[in-house]
């Protein structure tokens, strides 16, 4: 079962909080069972000064990288919704948005207090030029 809709509009909040400077992490995290794959860390990186996303795949062993395009690494990503993680936190400036599932699938978002204080740096660095 793809989360297509419900993972587009945590995505496009996701989106605004790069557009509007507040961006400080978005992680995949709360695996199903015993998987070789952990975490998947996004972070903002300028390859020849345009905004892209560096995927960081955290294995048990190892580290993989792949950089994408803002709207292609949504593709690259939703296929990793429920399977394995049941859990996408968002970071930002103004609050920390949780997109979870539960065990009959149920999705659900949970906003609270933000946990940092600054934007990430590659981010306004980018944003000071434009």
Known sequence: MLFTA?????YDKFKTSLSDGTFAKL??????GKTEL???FIRPVLEENELKLELKFRFQQEELFEI???D???DRLLPFVNNPFLSVILFTTEFDLTYKLNKKKAVSFTDQAPTFGNANEVLLEYLNKK
Request: glycine share 0%; net charge positive; hydrophobic share 45%.
């Open 6 to 10: 419900t993972f587009s509009e945590f």
């Open 27 to 32: 992680t995949f995290a709360k695996t199903i």
């Open 38 to 40: 952990k975490n998947i």
């Open 68 to 70: 994408h395009s803002i």
């Open 72 to 74: 292609s690494a949504f």
